[in-house]
């Protein structure tokens, strides 16, 4: 399921990019601070390129590329 980002309270969106975003594995630009990665997936969120995505069977919460969201949304559906 798709989470439209503005449906979430600040406080509970950038508690999820920043978890999202210091996660190990996560090619997220080790080189910039947390802060900066946060408003990088930020403007991505806006942007319309990534997406939040609950999983219901982990129930677990990801932030995927906006296409790969849509396919694992209408997996989801289909199952």
Known sequence: ???PYQELEK???NNLIADFVSRD???NGFD???ESRI???LGLLKAGEVA???DPETES????PSQEAKH???MIHHS
């Not at 919460?61 to 995927?64: D, S, T």
């Open 1 to 3: 399921m798709i989470i």
């Open 11 to 13: 406080e509970t969106l």
């Open 25 to 27: 594995g996560t090619d």
């Open 32 to 34: 910039r601070d947390q």
């Open 39 to 41: 408003q990088q997936v």
């Open 52 to 54: 939040i995505v609950f």
């Open 61 to 64: 919460v990801n932030i995927l």
């Open 72 to 74: 694992f949304e209408s």
